[in-house]
C-alpha cells in the first residue's frame, strides 16, 4: 500500500525519526492511537511529530519519547525556502536519521525531497486516492469498505521496520479528565447523571445534518430526567445557533461562546456518555477519550476509511442510497440538489441510537 518512490529504510534501526500530519483537525486526531502505540513499542526511538499549533495540544499525556511540534508554516517556514529552513533547523534540533510522512501533500514532499537530497530514509503513506475516487463516482460505484486511514499510517511505520501494536486506550488511559480542568463550565458530573455531546456542524455542507431537525433531536433528549447537553463547535455562525438553543432548552450548556482550548474540552468530553457528532472532528475527538459516538453520514461514507477509532458500526446513522458516497470529504455539490441524505434522516432514529447507548451503561 506505500508509494513504491519511498526510498529504503534499510536495516539500520533508527534513534530519531521525524514524523509529518499537518492538518486537518479529525485527521490529526486519528494519528494518536497509532502514535502512542508506535512509540510505547520502541521506547528507544524519540519520534518527533510536527503538526499545525492548534492542533498540537490535542496530544495529552504524550509518551516520553514523543515530542510534538506546532509549526508556523504560513510566515517562519513559508514556502519552499521556509521549508528548507524548517528542515536545517529540525535536523540540528533532534538530528533525525529517517522521516514517516503521515500526510502526503505538497509540503510533506518537499521534505521527503530533502530527505533523499541527504540520504535520510522515508516512508510516505497511500492515501488510496483510485479506490476512493472509484467508491465516491457517480456511476458504477465500487462500494467496498477501504482500509482506515489509521492502518494507513500504522502501515508506513511497519514498512520501517519499526513494531507496532495497540497499545492505547484513550488520551487518559483507563481514566478519565480531570474536572478541574472544566470547572469553569460546569460542575463535576453527579451520580445519575447523564451528559450527552452534540456536536452538530461539519466544514461541509454535505456533512452537516439540517440543523431544524437535529434541534428536534435536542429538544427530546434535554428533555429527559437528570440529563446536561454540551453542544461542541465554535464558529460564529454556530455560537449564534447555540444561544438560541440554550434560551429554549435549560439543561443544554454551549461551548461556543469561549474557546476553552483542547485540553479542557477533552477532560469534559471524556466525562460524556455519548457524543452526537458528524463525520467531522469532534467524532475524532470523542473516540480517542473512549466515549460511544452517534455519528450522523450524508455525503460522505464509513467506507472510505475516517470511521472514529474503536467506534460501532451500529451507532452510525446513514440513508441507503446509490448515490451514497459522493464524496471523500463532503465537499462537493448533492447531485440530486436536496441532499436527502442528511435531509432524510428522522431525528427519531438519532434519538433511538442515543437511548440505546445510555441504557446500556
Not at 84 to 108: G, T
Not at 239 to 251: L, Q
Not at 321 to 328: E, G, I, K, N, T
Request: glycine residues 8%; proline residues 6%.
Amino acid at each position: 500500500m506505500l508509494k513504491n518512490n519511498t526510498e529504503k529504510c534499510g536495516k539500520r534501526r533508527p534513534k530519531n525519526v521525524l514524523v509529518a500530519r499537518f492538518s486537518a483537525l479529525g485527521d490529526v486526531a486519528m494519528t494518536i492511537p497509532v502514535m502512542y502505540s508506535v512509540c510505547r513499542c520502541n521506547p528507544d526511538i524519540r519520534f518527533i511529530f510536527i503538526t499545525k499549533p492548534a492542533t498540537q495540544s490535542l496530544f495529552i499525556n504524550a509518551p516520553e519519547n514523543l515530542v510534538v511540534i506546532g509549526l508556523d508554516l504560513k510566515e517562519k517556514y513559508h514556502g519552499i525556502g521556509g521549508l528548507i529552513k524548517l528542515f536545517n533547523d529540525l535536523r540540528r534540533e533532534y538530528q533525525f536519521d529517517a522521516f514517516a510522512d503521515l500526510h502526503n501533500v505538497l509540503r510533506s514532499h518537499i521534505i521527503g525531497t530533502l530527505c533523499r537530497i541527504h540520504r535520510i530514509p522515508f516512508k510516505r503513506i497511500n492515501k488510496g486516492k483510485a479506490n476512493k475516487r472509484a467508491l465516491t463516482r457517480k456511476h458504477n460505484k465500487v462500494m467496498l469498505p477501504l482500509i482506515s486511514s489509521r492502518a494507513r499510517y500504522r502501515e508506513v511505520f511497519l514498512s520501517m521496520g519499526l513494531p507496532l501494536e495497540e497499545r492505547f486506550i484513550s488520551l487518559y488511559g483507563t481514566g478519565k479528565g480531570e474536572p478541574e480542568k472544566f470547572a469553569e463550565i460546569t460542575a463535576p458530573k453527579q451520580e445519575g447523571e447523564r451528559w450527552i455531546g452534540i456536536a452538530p456542524f461539519a466544514m461541509h455542507k454535505g456533512k452537516i445534518y439540517p440543523i431544524e431537525l437535529m434541534e428536534r433531536v435536542l429538544a427530546e433528549l434535554s428533555g429527559w430526567s437528570n440529563t446536561k447537553i454540551f453542544l461542541f463547535g465554535g464558529g460564529e455562525g454556530e455560537r449564534k445557533v447555540f444561544a438560541s438553543w440554550v434560551e429554549k432548552y435549560p439543561s443544554t450548556i454551549s461551548l461556543a461562546e469561549k474557546r476553552h482550548g483542547f485540553p479542557v474540552e477533552l477532560a469534559l468530553m471524556s466525562h460524556l456518555d455519548v457524543m452526537v457528532s458528524m463525520d467531522s472532528g469532534n467524532m475524532h475527538l470523542a473516540s480517542i477519550v473512549s466515549v460511544p459516538v452517534v455519528s450522523v453520514w450524508g455525503a460522505t461514507h464509513p467506507y472510505c476509511g475516517f470511521k472514529g477509532w474503536k467506534q460501532q458500526e451500529t451507532n452510525m446513522v446513514q440513508l441507503s442510497m446509490d448515490c451514497r458516497p459522493c464524496s471523500v470529504f463532503g465537499n462537493k455539490p448533492c447531485h440530486r440538489g436536496d441532499y436527502h441524505c442528511l435531509a432524510g434522516i428522522p431525528p427519531q432514529m438519532i434519538i433511538d441510537k442515543v437511548s440505546n447507548i445510555i441504557n446500556k451503561k
